[in-house]
């Protein structure tokens, strides 16, 4: 099994409103997929000091699950139309689990 983890940083001037409506549209994108195991995603808290502003991480049956993920034109189409113009930073990993 695959784990992908990432998380975001906003640009200041990013609503709660639309990383809500980045949350929704990766959530039903994902809704659509074979391989998913597990997919969680939320706001950072804000109890510690340094952290990013969102976190995604996906479970996914096999590393090709993973990759028909990631290399989907609707996942392309969410990332390059709406995620990148409000992205300050971005951080991500990819790792086998049991």
Same mark, same amino acid.
């Given at each position: 099994?695959?784990?992908?983890?990432?998380?975001?940083?906003?640009?200041?001037?990013?609503?709660?409103?639309q990383v809500d409506?980045? *949350?929704?549209?990766?959530?039903? %994108? &994902?809704?659509?997929?074979?391989?998913?195991?597990?997919?969680?995603?939320?706001?950072?808290?804000?109890?510690?000091?340094?952290?990013?502003?969102f976190a995604v991480?996906?479970d996914f049956e096999?590393?090709? *699950? %993973? &990759?028909?993920?990631?290399?989907?034109?609707?996942? =392309?189409?969410? &990332?390059?139309? =709406?995620?990148?113009?409000?992205? *300050?930073?971005?951080?991500?990993?990819?790792?086998? =689990?049991?």
């Amino acid at each position: 099994m695959i784990r992908h983890c990432v998380l975001f940083r906003w640009l200041p001037d990013t609503t709660d409103e639309q990383v809500d409506e980045i *949350a929704k549209l990766l959530v039903d %994108y &994902v809704g659509t997929l074979e391989g998913v195991v597990s997919y969680r995603l939320g706001h950072d808290i804000g109890v510690s000091d340094g952290t990013y502003d969102f976190a995604v991480v996906g479970d996914f049956e096999s590393r090709d *699950a %993973y &990759v028909a993920y990631r290399d989907s034109p609707r996942h =392309i189409e969410i &990332v390059k139309g =709406i995620v990148t113009p409000l992205l *300050a930073d971005r951080a991500s990993v990819q790792f086998e =689990i049991d």
